[in-house]
């Protein structure tokens, strides 16, 4: 099944933990969040 992961899903400002702890200058590592979307079948 082909995915594109060179495509950038913006998570800021959602209900992500992840994102919305700290302010945009952070590069949150500490999450394993999937920063992908979700493939057709799922």
């Not at 992961?5 to 590592?29: A, C, G, M, N, Q």
Request: no cysteine; aromatic share 14%.
């Amino acid at each position: 099944m082909p995915y594109d992961f060179d495509r950038i899903i913006d998570r800021r400002h959602t209900d992500s933990v992840k994102w919305r702890r700290y302010e945009d200058d952070v590069l949150p590592l500490w999450v394993a969040d999937m920063d992908f979307v979700s493939p057709e079948p799922v």
